[in-house]
């Protein structure tokens, strides 16, 4: 029987530094450890848009591509999340944190074939963001390729913010999730809103939030946000599933 390769000094510290971190936070119970694709970004970075965006993706394209494997340690907790890179500890905690979530689908030169990089950036208890990357090759079979962490993140998140979500609501407060806006009674963003019993499904469509009202004969859709403006989208499509439903009984 083959023994475990022992840790090394480097290694024994790093946990170290991972467990104190944690524990000044209070994550509670450690429940997994992988290995993934990270890399910091400045709070307000801003967006590289048009032939400044094509120059950069020809010229990086490449050398991204091989930068994007795992190259950081993220460890799950029981109330957040740590994620060690380039020397650096971020701690995240899943009912204050804002998921950001992204896919750029990208030509076959750049990965070797045609695939899909998602990219989901969270702000740690720092108000600091960390990237993490699921690339194209870990894209194939079910909920669109998501690594087993992401699903746990999501999951986590949701769990821990949807409770007080919904309570703030019942108070009669409005919730922002970027541009879009929901209370108890209707949801929208700028000059569009509906009331919920109104609202036949939310959907997202072409990376943007769409806004299906109306009954048979008369009904609209209406075009919102892109999705990549909304943080913690699994938490307001939760939300909007509970509150459409609440709305269809009223």
Not at 124 to 132: F, N, P, S
Not at 195 to 211: D, N, S, Y
């Amino acid at each position: 029987m083959t023994r475990p390769t022992p840790p090394t000094r480097g290694e024994e510290l790093l946990l170290a530094r991972i467990s104190a971190a944690a524990g000044r936070e209070h994550l509670g119970k450690r429940r997994a450890t992988y290995g993934v694709a990270a890399h910091r970004t400045p709070a307000h970075a801003a967006p590289v848009r048009g032939i400044r965006a094509l120059l950069a993706f020809v010229r990086y394209g490449r050398s991204f591509a091989a930068k994007a494997r795992a190259d950081a340690r993220l460890d799950l907790y029981e109330h957040g999340m740590t994620v060690a890179a380039k020397g650096r500890i971020h701690v995240v905690r899943y009912d204050t944190t804002s998921v950001f979530q992204k896919s750029t689908r990208h030509h076959p030169y750049v990965w070797g074939r045609v695939g899909t990089t998602r990219a989901y950036t969270l702000t740690d208890v720092e108000g600091k963001r960390i990237v993490l990357y699921i690339g194209p090759q870990d894209s194939d079979g079910e909920d669109g390729g998501a690594a087993d962490w992401w699903l746990e993140i999501r999951r986590a998140v949701t769990h821990a913010q949807l409770s007080p979500a919904l309570a703030a609501l019942d108070a009669g407060e409005r919730l922002t999730f970027g541009d879009v806006w929901l209370t108890r009674r209707e949801v929208g963003w700028g000059e569009v809103s509906a009331r919920w019993p109104e609202v036949r499904q939310i959907e997202i469509t072409h990376g943007a939030i769409c806004l299906d009202t109306g009954g048979s004969g008369h009904r609209r859709h209406t075009t919102g946000p892109t999705v990549s403006g909304i943080p913690n989208l699994f938490v307001f499509r939760a939300l909007v599933e509970h509150l459409r439903t609440d709305g269809a009984h009223s």
